[in-house]
């Protein structure tokens, strides 16, 4: 019965799981911890060799459960940006045009410049094999950039001489002026140190003499120190668009001073940290990602009535369940913020244990519940746990698990999500519910999802499952999957985020006290 799987590990000798190519990891090694704002919590996670996915676990209520309520799909680099370039020649300091597919301006650091004796200059240096970006930004009256490595350019193998110039370089033209971050690159198989020069390479035709940097990056992973901004340090000299981290908000300079003694606290906007004005955003300029999901529960919602009286209950969304206790252990150890220079806790794995209260709306309890939340490279688990301690509780169902997707990346339109496909039952297309706001597709008997996506030129795989724990003394006859394909009903020339879900869903049941109900759900992240 598929209701009695507890893990991918409890299968029948010989027998393939449904949909398998979904739940195979992708090759990622670490998982990492980090403050958020207003006391949440950001989990990292690498999916595949330099990528990871960001969850974002608010605490809006810090008398309740954590609620998984966003996930970052990202591309670590480690970022060399303008501060640590050496520079000379004749540059222009100025702030770029914004931060690409985060769809946020925080008008970062970047320089310009037309004169062919202009020269950027930074070493980079990582012991693992990496390859090599040019961050820039697109100029109508753009030109061609030229990249050497220790003094030639023998390394250079991603670019050619794109218009017998002599040398290889690239184009930084574009149709219109000031388009948002590009990032180019220009060698691969790199090892250890090396000096890069940046240089104008002349005029392009179309295009111009003009070139604006904004970085350089190499492949990064989450232990490298530079694939996020710094911590902000107290009276310290910052040119304008300098950017910083400081307690899970990432902020931009708004002028070349010196920082205060006491770090920003603002979450939106822009404020004082008493010597020098900050712009606050939620997400950092770098590295480049795609939010590929919104604001929605993960873990587990429910609805039950006691003598007819209706209650919905699940994290910061539905409430009516209350913290006792919550651990956080980063390889077995007690977590302790801020471990690296960007600020992250890298291990290799995640365990998160909240012991919660579930209430009535008019009052009482009906047991109390232990949510045990493990992540592991590539995967997010959760295990929950309920005892009758209450009044018997008439469900009408539980959501044992829940996918949020979106099928545009909120800013650009690019397709992030594509297909769902949940085992034993035709895919899902999600363009073919364009504009369309369609009724439950139920497929019965399905506890297993797979999601198809795009994200940086490179397939993404979702792969989701809901079981019953063991411990259970409910049994479900089975778990259904409820597909929402287009919940708003937009449409490709509408509205960018256009939202689905995907729910495991159980029947009805009735639960009592000395009544166990454990159940399962199970995420795997991978970028192929």
Partial sequence: ??????????????????????????????????????????????????????????????????????????????????????????????????????????????ISTSSAAARADVTVVREQAYDLWIYYTGRTNGGYCRVDIDGSQSLVNEIDDPETLGFKAFSTYASSDLTRRQAVKVASGLTGRHDISVTNGGTATPGGNAIMIEAVAISGSLDDDRILPPPWAPQTDYAMGDEVQHGGVFYTARATASSGTTGPTHLGGIASDGAMDWRADNRPTYPAFVAIDYASEREYAAEFAVDDNTTDLGGQTHGNESLISRSINLDGVEWVPGQNMSSLSVGRQISVTENTTWHRSEGGDIGECQLKRTIDPGEIRHDVTLIGTGATADFAWIYAGMVPLVRWDGETKSDVFTTVEAAGHPSVVLDDHNGVNPANIVCEGASRVGLTGQFSGNVMTYGHEAGTLPVSTVVFDQFDTILRPNINASSASGANDWMAKAYASTGAFQFSTGDTLGFFNRHVLSVK
């Fill in 1 to 110: 019965m598929i209701g009695l799987e507890i893990s991918p590990g409890y299968t029948r000798a010989g027998r393939p799981q449904p949909l398998a190519a979904f739940f195979a990891p992708g090759g990622g090694q670490r998982v990492a911890l980090a403050d958020g704002p207003s006391g949440s919590l950001s989990v990292w996670t690498e999916v595949a060799p330099h990528f990871a996915a960001c969850l974002r676990l608010d605490a809006n209520d810090p008398g309740t459960r954590f609620s998984w309520r966003e996930t970052l799909m990202m591309e670590l680099r480690n970022i060399y940006t303008v501060a640590d370039l050496q520079l000379s020649g004749a540059w222009s300091q100025l702030q770029s045009s914004g931060s690409g597919l985060q769809a946020s301006y925080t008008g970062n650091r970047a």
